[in-house]
């Protein structure tokens, strides 16, 4: 995390222009940090809305507001040369609004991995998610109206922000998950995670749920759609994280870290 000053003296070399990354908090970390795992040369901005967030539970017009209002604020300063919208709410509340207002930019945005499951002939789908996602995302109403599945929609309000509040300790947060699921586990062969918060929890899930229950999430699918359209790089690509709440900085630092501590990829399986 970079003071703004020194942000605004680093900027001046991006001269390459940079991925922009946005999402209301930490979740969106894990696309970045998949992005720049498997495109190291290219140059990133990620932009946390920490001081609006959650998206999850707040009118789909105030989400569309926000990000219009920050999307404008961040292309006019940085001229990224792609927008990612690391955020299931977002995606789903406001991405036909941003693509239209962008039209210059291709503009990529993140759904849960519902797609992935069925292909892979899951049956019995237990989808988490936030309110706003569960009520608006397309593609989980078209599901929802499939009779061949048993798809559960299960909409959690408050689990985004307690992931972002308990980041250095999710452990915690165990209890809950399993006192969640429990009405579900047994009877389902898939969870899809579509919240991008929630991939914080993939290690407690995976030790709350037996093996043959299998967890998607849309990142993967986010990052190859990136990737395909990154035409600018840069040999030393750089990484900028912002956030327009100064308290939430020690917090992205905190979930960087519990990223690289995880190895790899955060979205491998
Ligand atoms: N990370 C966001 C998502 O993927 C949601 C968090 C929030 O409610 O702001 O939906």
Not at 69 to 74: G, K, Q, R, V
Not at 108 to 132: D, H, Q, R
């Amino acid at each position: 995390m970079l003071a703004n000053k020194r942000i605004r003296s680093y900027i001046t070399y991006m001269k390459n222009k940079p991925v922009l990354v946005v999402d209301s908090g930490i979740g969106g970390l894990t696309v970045l940090y998949d992005l720049v795992k498997k495109e190291p040369n290219c140059d990133y901005i990620f932009f946390a809305d920490n001081l609006n967030a959650p998206y999850g539970n707040k009118s789909p017009a105030f989400v569309r507001n926000k990000m219009l209002e920050n999307l404008h604020m961040l292309c006019r300063k940085y001229k990224p040369q792609t927008i990612v919208i690391a955020c299931n709410t977002a995606t789903a509340v406001s991405i036909n609004t941003v693509r239209k207002t962008f039209s210059n930019l291709t503009v990529i945005g993140t759904e849960p991995a519902i797609k992935t499951a069925v292909e892979e002939n899951k049956k019995n789908i237990l989808v988490l998610a936030t309110p706003n996602t569960i009520k608006y995302n397309k593609l989980l109403k078209e599901y929802k109206s499939n009779e061949n599945l048993n798809l559960n929609l299960l909409q959690l309000p408050n689990l985004a922000m307690d992931i972002e509040r308990n980041i250095d300790n999710l452990n915690i947060l165990q209890k809950q998950i399993k006192d969640t699921l429990s009405k579900y586990i047994g009877q389902i062969d898939a969870i899809v995670l579509g919240c991008t918060h929630y991939i914080y929890l993939k290690p407690i899930l995976r030790k709350i749920c037996s093996t043959d229950i299998k967890i998607y999430d849309g990142n993967n699918g986010v990052c190859q759609q990136t990737l395909k359209n990154i035409t600018r790089k840069n040999k030393q690509g750089k990484i900028f994280v912002l956030t327009n709440k100064i308290s939430a900085g020690g917090i992205l630092i905190s979930a960087w870290n519990y990223l690289q501590k995880q190895g790899v990829s955060v979205c491998a399986e």
